[in-house]
């Protein structure tokens, strides 16, 4: 699929609508219904996800080169999943940061040559599209905010990710995370230059976007220990 052409715009659009109703809905709306929508949804990330791997089975395509569990975006559904069905701050921080600083940019600049309305092109866009509305339904939606260095938390557990991923591409000769070599669509890679300056500048990417990611949650804070003080010396204040 080529990123922005009418096709691509319009899924995008259609998925972008929906992570918006979702969204808004459990902001403006919170009740026990989001309980049951956010397991529905955690159904459908890991059915998905098998899903991919039942294809492969089927059209006798598996290799380890390319279909390990190991791509940012197959843990990231298992971790929305988890996040979505226990809502444990760890799995929150997990599923938002990887899912706006990574899942999102898979939305904008499919790595996809399939077209509507093969089935590869749905599991893409259902994957990508579910992570993203997992990530802001939890965080936005439910209020479940990243803690303090949330943002480094991550950042550490995504360096883990990738030196266990250059270890596979090493020991297989794979290419995930794009490690060896770009994805053969135009994307942010593309701003960096060739391997391994890439590699290099989207790890480096990738932590002011944790950190642009995690301000809002750092400035709200500061403003709450701020406004602690003076809410306290009112309330304490004798009446005259």
Not at 27 to 43: K, M, Q
Request: proline share 6%.
């Amino acid at each position: 699929m080529k990123a922005f052409s009418v096709e691509h715009l319009l899924t995008l659009a259609v998925v972008l609508a929906l992570v918006g109703a979702v969204t808004a809905a459990a902001r403006l709306r919170p009740g026990p219904w989001t309980v049951p929508v956010s397991r529905a949804l955690a159904i459908v990330l890991v059915g998905n996800e098998a899903g991919w791997w039942v294809w492969l089975g089927l059209h006798g395509t598996y290799s380890i080169a390319y279909a390990l569990p190991i791509q940012l975006c197959d843990i990231a559904s298992v971790v929305a999943a988890a996040a979505l069905w226990t809502r444990r701050p760890l799995l929150v921080e997990v599923t938002y940061f990887w899912g706006l600083a990574g899942t999102f940019n898979g939305l904008l600049t499919p790595d996809l040559l399939n077209r509507f309305p093969d089935y590869l092109y749905f599991q893409y866009f259902i994957a990508h599209g579910a992570i993203v509305c997992a990530a802001l339904l939890l965080v936005v939606g439910l209020r479940i905010t990243p803690r303090p260095l949330a943002a480094l938390r991550v950042y550490a557990l995504t360096v883990v990710v990738l030196v266990v991923d250059a270890a596979v591409d090493a020991a297989t000769g794979g290419n995930y995370l794009y490690l060896r070599h770009a994805p053969g669509v135009h994307s942010l890679l593309d701003l960096f230059g060739p391997w391994p300056w890439y590699v290099l500048g989207a790890s480096a990417l990738a932590l002011v976007i944790f950190l642009i990611l995690d301000l809002p949650f750092i400035l709200g804070r500061r403003v709450r220990r701020r406004l602690s003080p003076a809410a306290g010396a009112t309330r304490s204040r004798p009446a005259s």
